[in-house]
């Protein structure tokens, strides 16, 4: 299993960036997978998931801002951010293999990818 992260990147306050998550090893789309960020000093959150069914989970802090999808050709999840805010700079990382949603707790993890938003 292994997970590679890329996309991340410096932008501006209300900018957008789209991260990448694409697998190998095994089939993303039979899976429950997830995007977590860690902003430094702070713990691991969860931001948003999928689910082998499609449907989908956002935390409040990004609801209506992120959207999480999936490519399964390609094996890839995607998180497409929006009107991002300084809030959001962070390490984030994609994930396989969850505990839910109430942890942040998971099997297979990426490298991360740091996105900063910054004036």
């Known amino acids: 299993v292994q997970l590679v992260e890329s996309g991340g990147g410096l932008v501006q306050p209300g900018g957008s960036l789209r991260l990448s998550c694409a697998a190998s090893?095994?089939?993303?789309?039979?899976?429950?997978m997830g995007w977590a960020r860690q902003v430094p000093g702070k713990g691991l959150e969860w931001v948003s998931g999928i689910y082998s069914d499609g449907s989908t989970y956002y935390s409040d802090s990004v609801k209506g801002r992120f959207t999480i999808s999936r490519d399964n050709a390609k094996n890839t999840m995607y998180l497409q951010m929006n009107s991002l805010k300084l809030e959001d700079t962070a390490v984030y990382y994609c994930?396989?293999?969850?505990?839910?949603?109430?942890?942040?707790?998971?099997?297979?993890w990426g490298q991360g990818t740091q996105v900063t938003v910054s004036s």
């Open positions: 994930a396989t293999d969850l505990d839910g949603w109430a942890t942040v707790v998971a099997g297979s």
């Open positions: 090893g095994f089939i993303l789309s039979n899976y429950v």
